[in-house]
């Protein structure tokens, strides 16, 4: 078992709240206490006969991200995400805490993402956030209050424009990564263990919403019990005596024990949960995990869930489609797989009549909604996932009429 680090935690989480309250005075001060605290969570995870060797490694880091989702009245979609730079490598866990990232979702360009992560700023002093994409174009934005931005387009020579959103969410997410690696064997290799993951939370404008708020973000975070985490004055957790801390370690408990005992092959667990879309009555998210256990791949599940912003209720395909063996919605499901990438029914591990969308997960998005089909449920690994996504005006027949209210907002 994981022994806790209290102290490293704390400091920690008074360093993200303090941001967060405009109340920290230098950036700079920031940072150094950030790399006392990684020394010192160093020295509170190593034991007695080796809390002097410099040759040690930290192996776990604590960390807390805000995550800030708009959309404009065109139905573009914002994604911030400030102090979420997840270590790279097992070498190297301590996040960047002065970064930023942000993603851009146009309504008519869904699968083209701009991300923008490049020389980005997390300045709290002079109250500006600032990142480039990779193509040179950039945004900025004030820190303490996130719901405009100043677009330049580099690559396009471009004079800045004001982007204004009409609508947001907040998340706080609170990450756990921890590494190990296993004693050099007789062929002189080495195995490795490497977890990260992390509770997402919605964060309510008001405590008005806090119940259907809760409801959500206790059933996303699948594989942790919230019940005994309260919120606090910021309806964010507060974390008592270690008990954020304590969820991941016997989270992740079992999965350590079985690679100490036998760590032969690598273990590489990874987790994270977010936001793909929401409107006024309905959210989007998706679950993703990453698994490698040695051998030519590892796996990955996304898992797409949808739930009611008002009741905190979680709509199931199953729930949201009539018939599923309905046959004009069995034709035009086919249609859409077959025109992927000019796919064939061989592509298709079954038979095309014997696809059905009860087997998906389902995200909403402004172009419509989104259905997606796991790893080998009907295609080799190879392929990957498929996803197909039915206009609204093409799904609304097939809807049951008490979840037609998740339409009528487009």
Known sequence: MIRKNIIALT???????????????????????????ELK????????????DSSYTQKNIEWISHHYYMKNDEGDFFSVYLNDRWPDNNSELMPNYEKIKAAFNYKNLNDVNQFY??????????????????????????????TSFKMTSKSLNSSSKEINTTSSLKAAV???????VSETNEYGSASTFSYKDSIFLLIPDDTNKLEAYDKISFDINEGFNLDNIERNENLEFEDKKGSISKLFENNMSDFYNEWLTN????YESSKSINITYFNDKTISIKRTSTLYLGGAHGVYNNYNLVYSLETGEK??????????????????VGGWLLSIDNRTEEDYLVPLDEITLADTSFYIYADGIHFVWPIYTITPYVLGETEIVLSFNEIRPFIKDEYLYILDTF
């Open 117 to 146: 992560d490049k020389n980005s700023t997390l300045d709290i002093t002079n109250n500006r956030i600032y990142a480039e994409a990779e193509n040179g174009d950039s945004i900025e934005s004030t820190y303490s209050n996130i």
């Open 41 to 52: 969570q160093g020295e509170e995870l190593n034991n007695d006969n080796t809390k002097n």
């Open 174 to 180: 609170y990450n756990y990564a921890y590494s190990d």
């Open 11 to 37: 400091f920690i989480l008074l360093i993200i709240s303090c941001s967060n309250n405009n109340n920290i005075d230098n950036t700079q001060t920031n940072t150094n206490l950030i790399e006392t605290n």
């Open 315 to 332: 709509i199931e395909v199953t729930n949201l489609i009539k018939d599923f063996d309905d046959g004009e919605l069995k034709s035009i």
């Open 263 to 266: 760590s032969a092959d690598s």
